[in-house]
């Protein structure tokens, strides 16, 4: 009766930790849900996993904009702010009929009314940057037009440049970290059209859980970006699994090590 009354407040307490767990995730990131997982390679800076980097085949928790405002990668560089191996933020925002966007914030551009924008941070940016406008330069950070041209963004120190003139409103330019597929804004690939406004921004990425996403992908058939750009993931996740499950054993074995001392000590 002893060993099944332990065993009930065993599992309660099991029960009770992944609630308290889900309440305090679900709290802390205001997003529902508050997890996501990476099925393409955009964000990768090598052709395998590594842990800090999102990854193909990562899950990644997420936090609402209302909890953290996005820092772009012009106002990290700035005051030194990095996430996921870069400076600035991650965003996830959403395409209409299309699948949700994870990429870097690059800047924030506010429309002046007037076929201008200023580029908030950009007063303080000490990257090399410049906007020309009909051979004009016109690179005044509250005073935006026509070409905007930004060198050695990212790890891979891609130069990158939007024609102001086609866009609108305000919002963010945005683009994936890798400099093998993804060179320019996404404004500027076709990924999205216009910026990315504040109301399309549905999260700011916040967690890496490294690989714990891979079954999913395989499970849905979308294991080609695994297998092209973290191969490893699935020996790495069978690696952390084990590592976790024979913890677990280790600690339960040595509690079951004490409790028998305990029960020779009382016997004599």
């Known amino acids: 009766m002893r060993k099944n009354a332990v065993l009930i407040v065993a599992v309660i307490a099991i029960i009770a930790a992944v ?8 709290e802390a990131s205001g997003v529902s ?4 997982v990476v099925d393409s390679q955009s964000m990768q800076h090598s052709h395998d996993s590594e842990v800090g980097i999102i ?17 772009t990668y012009v106002e990290g560089y700035s005051s030194g ?3 996921f191996g870069e400076y600035g933020d991650v965003i996830v925002y959403e395409r209409p009929g299309q699948n949700q966007v994870i990429h870097r914030a690059i800047l924030y551009l506010e429309s002046n009314g007037d076929g201008t924008f200023t580029g908030r941070g950009l007063e303080s940016y000490t990257g090399k940057w410049s906007c020309h406008d009909s051979g004009t330069d016109t690179s005044n950070p509250s005073e935006l037009s026509g070409t905007l041209e930004m060198e050695n963004i990212g ?3 891609k130069k990158v440049s939007i024609d102001l003139s086609v866009l609108s409103g305000s919002g963010y330019l945005t683009m994936g970290d890798n400099a093998d597929t993804n060179g320019y804004f996404d404004q500027g690939s076709g990924i999205t059209s216009g910026l990315v406004t504040d109301d399309r921004v549905k999260a700011t990425a916040w967690k890496e859980i490294p690989w714990a996403g891979s079954v ?21 996740l069978t690696a952390a699994l084990a590592t976790i499950f024979m913890t677990i054993i280790g600690i339960g074995f040595a ?4 409790h028998l001392r305990k029960a020779l000590k ?3």
């Open 19 to 26: 609630v308290g767990i889900k309440v305090a995730v679900d």
């Open 33 to 36: 849900p508050p997890f996501t």
């Open 55 to 71: 990854d193909t085949g990562d899950m990644i928790l997420l936090r609402d904009t209302s909890k953290h405002e996005p820092v």
């Open 81 to 83: 702010y990095r996430m």
């Open 155 to 157: 790890y891979g120190g």
């Open 216 to 236: 999913k992908l395989i499970m849905n058939g979308n294991d080609g970006a695994l297998n092209s750009w973290a191969p490893s993931s699935l020996e790495y």
């Open 255 to 258: 509690l079951d090590v004490l």
């Open 266 to 268: 009382g016997g004599h």
